[in-house]
């Protein structure tokens, strides 16, 4: 198997990246914790790379566990919505004349992500 050409850009979607990643160490057997990491800094842009310096400085990159970095990167580019201006969206969204049943109840999921609701489906039904 020939080495993935990936590269994490700024503008990319940090979740994907991350999977893509996590699969990508799992085929090549990477599961040493600095090999974990360099194969993390070595898949991001130059100015990814230069993020992420920022955010542990005064730290080092080598120093820190592959897990706190990636938790960085998502604090940072992932922020986390507000819970109720997402339940907001939520309750507001209404089938499109031209939406199939099936991708309505996709889309109202996909809007129920960072709802925090007890229970989806009482919150689908209603």
Same mark, same amino acid.
């Given at each position: 198997?020939?080495?993935?050409?990936?590269?994490? #850009?700024?503008?990319?979607?940090?979740?994907?990246?991350?999977?893509?990643?996590?699969?990508?160490?799992?085929?090549?057997?990477?599961?040493?914790?600095?090999?974990?990491?360099?194969?993390?800094?070595?898949?991001? !842009?130059?100015?990814?790379?230069?993020?992420?310096? #920022?955010?542990?400085?005064?730290?080092?990159?080598?120093?820190?566990?592959?897990?706190?970095?990636?938790?960085?990167?998502?604090? #940072?580019?992932?922020?986390?919505? !507000?819970?109720?201006?997402?339940?907001? !969206?939520?309750?507001?969204?209404? #089938?499109?004349?031209?939406?199939?049943?099936?991708?309505?109840?996709?889309?109202?999921?996909?809007?129920?992500?960072?709802?925090?609701?007890?229970?989806?489906?009482?919150?689908?039904?209603?």
């Amino acid at each position: 198997m020939g080495d993935v050409k990936f590269e994490f #850009q700024l503008e990319d979607d940090w979740e994907l990246f991350e999977e893509k990643l996590e699969c990508f160490m799992l085929t090549k057997n990477i599961t040493d914790e600095k090999m974990k990491v360099a194969t993390l800094v070595t898949k991001l !842009s130059k100015d990814a790379h230069a993020l992420l310096k #920022q955010l542990v400085a005064p730290a080092k990159i080598t120093e820190k566990k592959f897990a706190d970095l990636t938790d960085l990167m998502v604090k #940072q580019l992932k922020p986390s919505p !507000s819970e109720a201006m997402e339940r907001c !969206s939520f309750h507001m969204a209404k #089938q499109n004349a031209s939406e199939k049943i099936a991708d309505y109840v996709a889309r109202l999921k996909k809007l129920a992500l960072h709802c925090n609701f007890e229970k989806l489906d009482d919150a689908l039904r209603d």
